[in-house]
């Protein structure tokens, strides 16, 4: 099968398109012909080296697809041969097929097709993480969302409209001011020095917002902070784009909480894997919630994904098809 492995780590020349052996299903996992697999931010992070550091390269990258089961491994249950599947947290993905333990696999529901699916895996699970486990926003709530138009902020911006939140959204770029307007987004702020501060509070009559969400890298964390009404809430979830450096509790304002969110622990069972996906698969099929952008290239492009998703011009989901 053709693959996509890292030599090493560093820039995009470590990543090589070749061919590879097809994975054997062990006991408890399925070999899954892969349709589409996600384009992260944590790949760039595992192909810069913060992560799997561990695994022995060349390793397969990627986490997150979407593909038909082909054959299965001794003492699999509730997964069958030719069944779609979708996962999230799957080391191996950027490859033709991939084997899965079956416990981390979730059927594909017929009105829902693989390449939305694939889409919704990291970024949706991560955005209903956010919105209703973290800080579970209320009714009448205003949300600040950054990155409104990437991945992550386009999912989230709907689910917090969902439970009839509003949405203040912060983009770097007027050409992605329509994309986070379609999704809800009440104002959208076109900033990258700061500036969004200003506007929030105006927009809040000086009161700041309910929640913030902050996957942007250490440069926005001050304005995130000055941007929360009095016990706010700052949802922090970017460590690829880098944390704030250590915190001294007592400079904290405003009786603020704040935490680190990490979409692991919305789905820290099978069970709770497959309710959560389940309940993003009924707000599509229910038509609450859209994927409103995806862009695919070819497995042999991943390179060029990646260049796209770092030169902050990407517009939500980016696929790889193989
Ligand atoms: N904690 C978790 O569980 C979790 C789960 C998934 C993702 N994440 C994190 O969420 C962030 C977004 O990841 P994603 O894969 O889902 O992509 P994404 O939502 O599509 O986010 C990409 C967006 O990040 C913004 N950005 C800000 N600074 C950037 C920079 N220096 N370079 C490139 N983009 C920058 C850009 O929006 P603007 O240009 O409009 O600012 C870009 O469109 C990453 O930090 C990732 O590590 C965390």
Same mark, same amino acid.
């Given at each position: 099968?053709?693959?996509?492995?890292? @030599?090493?780590?560093?820039?995009?020349?470590?990543?090589?398109? $070749?061919?590879?052996?097809?994975?054997?299903? !062990?006991?408890?996992?399925?070999?899954?012909?892969?349709? #589409? &697999?996600?384009?992260?931010?944590?790949?760039?992070? $595992?192909?810069?080296?913060?992560?799997?550091?561990?695994?022995?390269?060349?390793?397969?990258?990627?986490?997150?697809?979407?593909?038909?089961?082909?054959?299965?491994?001794?003492?699999?249950?509730?997964?069958?041969?030719?069944?779609?599947?979708?996962?999230?947290? &799957?080391?191996?993905?950027?490859?033709?097929?991939? &084997?899965?333990? !079956?416990?981390?696999?979730?059927?594909?529901?017929?009105?829902?097709?693989?390449?939305?699916? *694939?889409?919704?895996?990291?970024?949706?699970?991560?955005a209903s993480?956010?919105a209703t486990?973290? #800080?579970?926003?209320?009714?009448?709530?205003?949300?600040?969302?950054?990155?409104?138009?990437?991945?992550?902020?386009?999912l989230l911006t709907q689910i917090i409209k969902l439970r009839?939140?509003?949405?203040?959204?912060?983009?770097?770029?007027?050409?992605?001011?329509? *994309?986070?307007?379609?999704?809800?987004?009440?104002?959208?702020?076109?900033?990258?020095?700061?500036?969004?501060?200003?506007?929030?509070?105006?927009?809040? /009559?000086?009161?700041?917002?309910?929640?913030?969400?902050?996957?942007?890298?250490?440069?926005?964390?001050?304005?995130?902070? /000055?941007?929360?009404?009095?016990?706010?809430?700052?949802?922090?979830?970017?460590?690829?784009?880098?944390?704030?450096?250590?915190?001294?509790?007592?400079?904290?304002?405003?009786?603020?909480?704040?935490?680190?969110?990490?979409?692991?622990?919305?789905?820290? @069972?099978?069970?709770?894997?497959? !309710?959560?996906?389940?309940?993003?698969?009924?707000?599509? @099929?229910?038509?609450?919630l859209?994927?409103?952008?995806?862009?695919?290239?070819?497995?042999?492009?991943?390179?060029?994904?990646?260049?796209?998703?770092?030169?902050?011009?990407?517009?939500?989901?980016?696929?790889?098809?193989?």
């Amino acid at each position: 099968m053709k693959a996509i492995v890292m @030599t090493g780590t560093g820039s995009r020349e470590v990543l090589e398109y $070749v061919e590879r052996p097809d994975p054997t299903p !062990a006991p408890g996992e399925a070999l899954v012909e892969v349709a #589409y &697999a996600g384009v992260n931010f944590m790949d760039i992070g $595992v192909r810069e080296g913060m992560a799997w550091n561990e695994v022995p390269d060349p390793k397969i990258l990627g986490v997150e697809g979407a593909g038909r089961v082909l054959t299965l491994g001794e003492g699999v249950q509730g997964i069958s041969t030719g069944q779609r599947v979708a996962w999230v947290y &799957a080391p191996g993905s950027y490859a033709e097929r991939i &084997a899965i333990p !079956a416990t981390s696999l979730v059927p594909i529901p017929d009105a829902i097709d693989d390449r939305v699916a *694939a889409s919704v895996m990291m970024q949706g699970l991560t955005a209903s993480h956010f919105a209703t486990d973290f #800080y579970p926003v209320q009714p009448g709530d205003t949300a600040f969302v950054h990155a409104a138009a990437g991945g992550v902020g386009l999912l989230l911006t709907q689910i917090i409209k969902l439970r009839g939140g509003h949405v203040i959204g912060r983009v770097s770029s007027e050409a992605k001011a329509p *994309a986070a307007k379609g999704a809800g987004t009440d104002h959208v702020i076109v900033d990258t020095d700061g500036g969004f501060v200003e506007e929030a509070l105006r927009l809040t /009559d000086g009161e700041g917002v309910d929640v913030v969400y902050d996957g942007s890298g250490p440069s926005t964390f001050q304005g995130s902070l /000055d941007v929360l009404r009095r016990s706010g809430t700052f949802c922090w979830y970017g460590p690829v784009l880098g944390g704030p450096g250590p915190i001294d509790i007592m400079s904290l304002p405003k009786s603020i909480k704040i935490g680190y969110a990490v979409f692991q622990d919305h789905i820290a @069972t099978p069970a709770l894997l497959r !309710a959560h996906t389940e309940r993003l698969f009924d707000w599509i @099929t229910e038509g609450k919630l859209e994927v409103r952008s995806i862009s695919d290239y070819r497995l042999a492009d991943a390179s060029n994904a990646h260049a796209d998703m770092e030169s902050r011009k990407t517009v939500g989901k980016l696929l790889l098809v193989p």
